[in-house]
């Protein structure tokens, strides 16, 4: 018989479930000296804490759904919204707002409060507002993965060439086993949105490598480029900068590029800037946008408010993949995550290529 879905338990049946996890860790490391009580204490401590956190968490965006504000309860738009987007941080009422509520909506999903959500729906309402989601436009987008981003913009008529990072590479094998990797254009069909000669016809897929972005897409026959929680894994803070100002020549005059990555808010403290994930602060943005308008391009200004909402408080820890949420199907907040003790959100890069 499968095995029931962890999700279905009881929430008091998951606490009983991490404590069993760690007696068993305790019978098999029971010879150990002191120390290895001093660990098994720490251990208990930090995974009862992070309980905490994700029950307290939970309960939170359950009020707020309640309410209205998110989640299935909250009111659909008849259409899009402006909202004057400039390059900008993740905050609760955004999640709030109509502009994301709509492309929520388009996406097939709630609005719930989580920033990955809020990336997608960032990059759709700016291609939208700078009058890109439209027949004869052509989009070029990296690192899709198993985005829905390239049908939604073929369902507005958009000839789509989508990217990935080629299989046989290396540095792919951690998306593949995650299933965030992709290597044919069938991972990106949704029949939900447009009938599926329609999308043969508007989607190609592509390998392509982000440091190194082959010269035939760098002729600027785009007329944007996008690339979601993606330039942050490009192993420096100065590489993924490399890759904005690279991918900027695949662009035709006055064309739109759009990127979402990690953001440190603490401006003022350390942050990661080699390895896996990187952090960009607003110091990092800065001097990207300086190389920008020295190339002739316009980074549009960076508003990196912090929000004054109760969620925009709240900082939520990294999951382990053991661990089930811990109220069924209600996750916690979502819109800040601690990094290595670092408090991090999202933040959305909007760049016009000059000439336009």
């Known amino acids: ?128 507002e700078a009058g890109m989601l439209a027949p004869g436009r052509r989009g070029l987008g990296f690192a899709v993965g198993r985005e829905a981003l390239p049908a939604i913009l073929a369902a507005q008529g958009v000839e789509v060439v989508a990217t990935d990072l080629d299989a046989r590479d290396a540095r792919a094998q951690d998306w593949i086993e995650t299933g965030q990797h992709n290597d044919a254009a069938e991972a990106l069909y949704r029949p939900g949105l447009l009938p599926r000669a329609e999308f043969d016809r508007l989607v190609s897929f592509r390998p392509a490598d982000m440091a190194r972005i082959p010269g035939e897409l760098c002729r600027g026959g785009f007329d944007m480029v996008w690339s979601v929680c993606a330039l942050e894994h490009l192993g420096s803070l100065q590489r993924g900068m490399d890759f904005v100002l690279s991918a900027m020549r695949c662009l035709r005059p006055g064309g739109v590029a759009v990127h979402t990555t990690e953001f440190n808010l603490d401006a003022e403290g350390g942050t990661l800037r080699r390895g896996s994930t990187v952090l960009y602060q607003r110091q990092h943005l800065e001097a990207l946008a300086a190389r920008l308008a020295a190339e002739g391009h316009r980074m549009l200004p960076l508003d990196d408010g912090q929000g004054d909402g109760m969620l925009d408080r709240f900082v939520d820890l990294s999951p382990r993949h053991e661990e089930s949420p811990p109220l069924g199907l209600i996750f916690p907040p979502h819109l800040r995550l601690s990094i290595r003790g670092y408090p991090v959100t999202s933040a959305g890069i909007l760049v016009v290529a000059g000439g336009g």
Not at 23 to 41: E, V
Not at 96 to 108: A, F, M, P, Q
Not at 115 to 124: H, I, S, T, Y
Request: aromatic fraction near 8%; hydrophobic fraction near 40%; glycine fraction near 8%.
């Open 1 to 128: 018989m499968a095995a029931a879905d962890p999700r279905s338990r009881h929430p008091a049946g998951q606490l009983i479930s991490l404590l069993r996890r760690l007696a068993r860790w305790r019978r098999r490391h029971r010879t150990l000296p002191l120390i290895g009580d001093t660990r098994l204490r720490s251990e208990r401590e930090s995974l009862l804490l992070r309980w905490n956190v994700k029950v307290l968490g939970a309960e939170l965006a359950q009020r707020h759904y309640a309410m209205g504000l998110a989640g299935p309860a909250a009111p659909v738009p008849p259409g899009p919204v402006q909202a004057g987007l400039t390059s900008r941080t993740c905050r609760q009422g955004d999640i709030e707002s109509d502009w994301l509520r709509h492309w929520s909506h388009i996406l097939g999903v709630v609005p719930a409060y989580h920033r990955k959500l809020w990336e997608d729906c960032f990059v759709l309402q700016a291609l939208w």
